[in-house]
């Protein structure tokens, strides 16, 4: 069966600091993989997304940034954080069979900056 | 460019009905539903493929109309476990981009 996991489940980190969000999943090959954004109490925002190693899609360039080094593996980096990155962080995979392109949720990462 | 849900939110009685609607300005492939509890990550509730397809899940069942490019997911004799907010998602045709609508947060009261 597949599996993703993603770390950690809560971060707290203060302006200006550097952040690495992971994300892996097992049990599958080839997924196209997806890094979201909630803010409080807000809809699901899409950051990037990947249909393949190195193919990064950006839907928000801001201060962040995304890399898939390996098949199933989806980094969510900055380099500096602001304020206004607070949020729930999740990153999901979808198997891109025929009629079963059903999407998958990590459990999330809280980040709070402050 | 997000889809467009109705209404944002809605408080029911256990044992009432409620409908959520979804609609995009874009042409869809496919529709999906999630529930989102408080705090957790969305759960998959069922898929839409085809214009006009009808699927259930319970008491829970929706609709897409490809044409139209709306969606609508019933919810029937609500329980006390259907409180979350719901999301559509939506992927448009010839790309990989997934986006989910704007949420609708559903509560029922006992």
């Known amino acids: 069966s597949q599996t993703i996991h993603q770390w950690p489940a809560t971060l707290v980190q203060p302006v200006g600091s550097p952040l690495s969000l992971e994300c892996t999943v097992e049990?599958?090959?080839?997924?196209?993989l997806y890094w979201y954004r909630q803010a409080a109490g807000r809809g699901l925002q899409l950051l990037f997304y990947s249909v393949g190693i190195g193919q990064i899609s950006s839907e928000v360039p801001q201060n962040l940034s995304a890399s898939r080094p390996q098949d199933r593996q989806f980094i969510l980096s900055s380099k500096k954080l602001l304020l206004s990155d607070s949020g729930f962080y999740l990153c999901?995979?979808?198997?891109?069979?025929?009629?079963?392109?059903?999407?998958?949720f990590g459990a999330g990462t809280r980040l709070s900056v402050l | 460019q997000q889809p467009v849900q109705s209404p944002q939110a809605v408080i029911l009685r256990e044992g009432e009905d409620a409908v959520i609607n979804c609609s995009s300005s874009k042409a869809l492939y496919s529709v999906h539903w999630y529930r989102q509890k408080h705090g957790e990550a969305p759960v998959f509730l069922m898929i839409l493929l085809k214009g006009g397809e009808q699927k259930g899940h319970e008491k829970i069942s929706a609709s897409f109309n490809e044409k139209k490019q709306q969606s609508s997911l019933y919810l029937t004799a609500s329980q006390l476990s259907y409180s979350g907010t719901y999301f559509c998602g939506t992927e448009r045709y010839g790309t990989y981009k997934y986006i989910f609508g704007t949420g609708t947060r559903l509560k029922v009261l006992a």
């Open positions: 049990g599958t090959s080839n997924p196209n």
């Open positions: 999901a995979w979808r198997r891109m069979t025929q009629a079963k392109n059903i999407q998958y």
